[in-house]
């Protein structure tokens, strides 16, 4: 542990905190650009959080204690995931506690707290909201974990540091493995950030909604730290698909203070980047029905099955 | 000085019937009965778990009982393995006697007395199956268990449906207890029935087979291994719910026991292929027990899947040791066998945890259908506080328990590369897929049996009066709940002191751990520090209300719910358990044998009902029985009730055995 790593695992945890609104500003005005429309200011959601702090926050009279504490634990487990996902460096102490197995279980408890605390109020869309998530969680994460599994496999090691260390020291070349965990780790990556073609953020139509449907009953503080937390989420997942299909320009484990200074434009780069890309994703498909996100994350499922297949077949 | 742990152990036995009788003899005195001696019955089990304790460590302890038949001596002993076991009896035990005390009311079922017999009974027949070391203390004890347990599930024996879920249950046991027989019959060789002697026999690969073949039927049928579930869920909800959280926390493991027992330690050696056949039950066992526990809408009956589901993840996790072990490579066998110990003694809290909650909840409402309840949260907080812990560990979250035995295990699947055969290479890291897919699930069933009983509004009017539970049920389930946050915060700890029960099974222990870091494989290669995680996550909350309060205000105004600004909201509005399995149901639909009545459009009175019932069932259980009439029909044209003709059968058969015979 040098001081460069703990620098590192702090600047990494405050700088995702910080990029976590503007990755999802800088989505909308990819979205609107490509439609045609004039597009939002990029620092619109911190605007948003920042107005939603100061409001009150208005509870339902039959809310349990599970529904204010929600936004918090919701809030830590994000930002616990994004101090050990290695996006700067891959020296970063705390990654210790918590391997690629353990990242998907602080996914799952903020995922149940949610979903517990939607049903909390008892309407009909909290619920509805509730019972959507979990559908598509119990698909997308068995889905992320035989992601993770891959790339363990390749690096003999559940430790995100060391699988990208792997990662990013092979020789440049395509990977078949890898490539099926892509295209799998995308679809996964859609669904789990409630993002068109399973969930569409921009909506408020009962029907279709899924993550929305769940923060109906969610006001001020508590709504801004849920919005945050959705922004750092999708953080965290860009983050593990750079680190792990994009490992260039993240820094070694030797506490070099340029390579980590170098890191973080790089970063930024390949956030724009992957940002836009969602973007695109997003404008170029179609929101499918609920009954449908079976066919849309069994197929995510087993290509991150068949990927494992294929690195332990052909070992690549 | 050496600590007598078997005298320690024997001495809670003893107190257990001498407790028994005591309510035997004390019927009528309620009051007595149930402070006085299901408390000292939580006491025993203290006593016991204190021997286990101290007898994992320790060397083997034996004695010989002369009782039973002459010349035919109980033979008993504790050794690191059973030690294990007792312990988890002896935890769980205390935890669901001192809720007992509080449990259990004077109109209900049968009479108190007599409950309380059946209850120590059970308990100590448990610790004898544990501590038995012939054939013939363990299949007495064993039947004695079963007897115990038919009894206790047929307490409210006036319902018909309780009649039968006893009958069904008493009927597998004992086509179980017949294949456990034959299997110590086949190990036994040329010595005698003790486990000493059947260690010494080394049968032949192929008897060797015969035997784990037949113990994996006796003790799955025991354990609710499928196709031999089908009794599981239907006993586990009509008994009462301490008598539940007993069979589904502690007797299964019993079953678990008894399978590692004849595996590991009376057979000399393993096939690898019988752990890929443990591995394909035991997944098969786990996927289809969340997926029916998915769609359940009784809460008893939703848990007793989900340990079917528990049961089948311990088995494959047998599976993978054997296979493991087969391989010569004990130390990835050994932490695939400590992921299985831990989960059994993860399993034993929570799921007692759970069964007591609905216990409470049953108490509270009279209510055990999930349609009907809702909202219990504000009118029972301790019950629910405490059994969102359970739920949260069964989900198998960080930081608590149930995530660490899930982990171990996945780490353990994760290192199928270095067999030999390829086809394993290949196969394991498809079962690590179900694997996931199971406890993915296993979140899900979760969030439906807390959503649906705890949230949400009540469903009924009646709820509004139900009462928390009392102060005994309370100290129960807070017990159990801690042992699931120690469990789940110190994993290194008990990994460490596992380590004896290991050697012996598998002849070798996980890498040394680190005090705060789970690291079975050493650093680099994986680790886990619970503490540290519920430490920054625990910051990083405390540090966000701070400064949210801080930088702006604290301030809350209640109001109505807001729901779209729907106004008109009605409790029936919210998902019933039906509406919330609903989507497994659709996407599952292969898996289920599923009955539908749809309305026609012309309906007046238009009505929907759908029911998904287990296909084995009709795979399996409706043929045997089909069968078994026709042979009896067939059987049934000799009889004629005329003493002439069955004089002639006799004749006819006495003739018959005389050529034969000659």
């Not at chain 1, 616990?80 to 700067?88: K, R």
């Not at chain 2, 047929?154 to 008493?170: C, M, N, P, S």
């Not at chain 2, 609905?358 to 309840?373: F, W, Y």
Request: overall charge positive.
């Amino acid at each position: 542990m040098t001081a460069a790593g703990i620098l590192s695992q702090f600047l990494q945890a405050g700088l995702a905190l910080a990029l976590a609104p503007l990755l999802v500003g800088w989505v909308a005005m990819c979205r609107a650009w490509l439609a045609n429309r004039s597009a939002p200011p990029i620092t619109l959601p911190y605007r948003t959080i920042r107005k939603l702090f100061a409001k009150d926050a208005v509870v339902a009279h039959n809310a349990s204690p599970i529904f204010r504490l929600t936004p918090y634990v919701v809030f830590g487990a994000m930002v616990c995931s994004a101090a050990i996902i290695p996006s700067l460096a891959t020296e970063v102490p705390f990654a210790a506690a918590a391997d690629a197995i353990a990242l998907v279980g602080l996914f799952a408890l903020a995922r149940v707290f949610i979903a517990l605390a939607a049903m909390d109020i008892g309407t009909a869309f909290g619920s509805l909201g509730a019972r959507r998530e979990m559908f598509v969680g119990f698909l997308a994460e068995p889905a992320l974990l035989m992601v993770l599994f891959t790339a363990s496999l390749i690096s003999g090691s559940t430790s995100l540091p060391s699988i990208v260390d792997t990662l990013a020291h092979r020789e440049l070349a395509i990977y078949p493995s890898l490539a099926f965990s892509g295209v799998a780790f995308t679809m996964v990556s859609l669904a789990e950030n409630a993002r068109i073609p399973v969930d569409n953020p921009a909506t408020h139509l009962e029907l279709t909604m899924i993550h929305e449907a769940m923060l109906l009953e969610y006001s001020a503080r508590h709504l801004a730290l849920l919005e945050w937390a959705s922004a750092l989420k999708l953080l965290n997942y860009s983050c593990i698909g750079l680190a792990l299909f994009f490992p260039f320009g993240i820094a070694g484990g030797d506490g070099d203070w340029g390579a980590i200074a170098l890191a973080v434009p790089a970063l930024v780069a390949k956030l724009g980047a992957g940002g836009f890309a969602l973007a695109l994703i997003e404008t170029v498909s179609a929101k499918m029905r609920i009954f449908r996100a079976p066919a849309f994350l069994g197929p995510a499922f087993l290509l991150a099955v068949l990927a494992m297949l294929v690195h332990l077949l052909l070992g690549s | 000085m050496a600590v007598p742990t078997l005298g320690l152990i024997g001495a809670a036995i003893v107190a257990w019937l001498a407790i028994g009788t005591i309510g035997l003899a004390a019927q009528t005195r309620f009051g007595f009965v149930s402070r006085g001696l299901f408390p000292a019955g939580a006491v025993a089990g203290l006593v016991l778990a204190a021997g286990a304790f101290c007898a994992v460590g320790a060397p083997p302890q034996s004695a010989v009982l002369p009782l039973g038949l002459p010349d035919l001596p109980f033979h008993l002993r504790v050794d690191a393995l059973s030690a294990f076991f007792l312990l988890l009896l002896g935890v769980a035990g205390a935890a669901v006697s001192v809720y007992s005390a509080g449990y259990f009311r004077e109109s209900e079922g049968a009479a108190p007395g007599l409950l309380c017999f059946q209850y120590h009974a059970f308990l100590a027949a448990m610790a004898l199956v544990l501590v038995a070391d012939d054939a013939y203390a363990f299949m007495v004890a064993w039947e004695a268990m079963a007897l115990a347990s038919f009894f206790l599930v047929t307490t409210d024996h006036r319902i018909a449906e309780i009649r039968r879920a006893g009958y069904l249950y008493l009927l597998i046991a004992h086509i179980g207890a017949i294949a456990i027989l034959l299997a110590f019959g086949t190990l036994k060789g040329g010595g005698d029935y003790t486990f000493a002697s059947m260690r010494a026999a080394a049968p032949s690969p192929g008897w060797a087979t015969v035997a784990f073949f037949l113990a994996l039927a006796g003790f799955g049928a025991k354990a609710g291994l499928m196709p031999l579930h089908v009794w599981l869920p239907e006993a586990h909800p009509a008994a009462p719910s301490p008598v539940s959280a007993l069979m589904s926390g502690v007797m299964l493991k019993t079953a678990i026991y008894g399978l590692l027992r004849v595996t590991f330690d009376l057979l000399p050696a393993q096939a690898w292929w019988w752990g890929v056949v443990a591995l394909a039950l035991g997944l098969a066992s786990a996927l289809f027990g969340v997926i029916f526990a998915a769609v359940q809408t009784d809460m008893k009956r939703l848990l007793a899947w989900s340990s079917i589901e528990n049961i089948g993840i311990l088995v494959a996790g047998i599976g993978l040791a054997i296979l493991y072990k087969a391989y010569g490579k004990p130390v990835l066998a050994a932490i695939a066998m400590t992921a299985v110990l831990y989960h059994a003694f993860n399993h034993a809290l929570f799921k007692s945890l759970l069964f007591l909650a609905t216990g409470s909840v049953l108490h509270a409402t009279h209510e055990r259908s999930l349609g009907r309840l809702g909202g219990l949260a504000h009118k029972m907080p301790w019950v629910a506080a405490l059994a969102l812990i359970g739920v949260l560990a069964i989900a198998g979250l960080p930081p608590l328990n149930g995530f660490v035995s899930e982990w171990l295990l996945i780490q353990a699947f994760l290192f199928t590369p270095t067999l030999p055969q390829s086809f394993v290479n290949m196969l394991v890291p498809l079962a690590a897929a179900a694997l996931v897919l199971t406890a993915a699930l296993a979140a899900y069933v979760m969030v439906k049996f807390y959503g649906v009983i705890f949230l949400g509004r009540p469903r009924e009017p009646g709820l509004a009066y139900a009462k928390d539970a009392g102060r005994w049920e309370r100290a129960a389930l807070a017990a159990l709940a801690l042992g699931c946050i120690v469990l789940g915060l110190a994993p290194s700890a008990v990994i460490g002191w596992l380590d004896p029960v290991n050697a012996l099974l598998v002849g070798a222990t996980p890498g040394p751990g680190h005090w705060l870091m789970l690291a079975p494989f050493g650093e680099e290669r994986s680790s886990y520090a619970p503490l540290v995680v519920l430490a920054v996550v625990g910051a990083v909350v405390l540090l966000t209300i701070q400064i949210v309060h801080r930088l702006w205000h604290g301030r809350v105004r209640r109001s109505d719910p807001w729901d779209c600004g729907f106004p008109l909201q009605t409790p029936r509005m919210q998902d019933t358990a039906e509406g919330f399995g609903q989507p497994i149901r659709q996407v599952f639909e292969p898996f289920f044998r599923m009955e539908r009545e749809l309305p026609s459009p012309f309906d007046a009175k238009p009505r929907y009902r759908v029911r998904a019932d287990d296909p084995w069932w009709a795979w399996i259980y409706l043929p045997i029985v089909r069968a078994t009439e026709w042979a009896g029909r067939l059987a049934g044209r000799l009889q004629h009730g005329r003493i002439s003709v069955y004089l002639t059968f006799s004749f006819v058969t006495l003739l018959a055995l005389l050529a034969f015979v000659r």
